[in-house]
């Protein structure tokens, strides 16, 4: 079974869409480990894919809309990476992180430490604005220093080649693919973004 954990540079870089898209380009199967508010990751991605394609059940769902260790202290619950496990698939597995790289669990542990635990390649979505190219580079500064192998970055949003050019150049990682900007998200335009995906 190939995994690919899938974050983001920031919370609202695009993990969802990226999924969804690597859902259909792949027939993946996806799980998103650890769920935190409403409406779900896993309901966006079910209605942005094939009703063949397997959504497995959230490792956790947290009622509120935050880091996953505020919302689990809110609920008076000790989450801990360890709890979760994969759910068991012959098939290839996009695994959704929850935030950026460095959203805490609880006090010690972090979300991407989950790629780890998982034996899971990283697909980093960068999302072109002000400041992107700081915080992609100091998200794959972090994934090299720590050892975590990375499969490559998508870029999100409306394009920037000077900066996809930068960022490609002095990270050395491949670039999977470019989002076009999407006016709707649906199913329809989900499609429409397979042919941009090299993976």
Known sequence: MKKYFVTGIDTDAGKSIASAILVEKLKADYWKPIQAGFPTDSDTVRSLVSADQIIHPEGIILQAPMSPHAAAKLEDIDLRAEQLSVPKTENTLIIEGAGGLLVP???????????????????????NYLGSINHTMLSIAYLKQNGFSVAGIIFND???P??????????????????????????????????NINL
């Open 158 to 160: 409306t394009p920037n």
């Open 105 to 127: 669990i609880n006090d010690d542990e972090f979300v991407i430490n989950l790629a780890k635990q998982f034996d899971a390649e990283v697909i980093l979505v960068s999302r």
């Open 162 to 195: 000077e900066t996809e050019r930068f960022i490609l150049q002095h990270s050395q990682l491949p670039c999977l693919g470019r989002i076009d900007p999407l006016e709707e998200i649906n199913s329809s335009t989900i499609q429409s973004q397979l042919k």
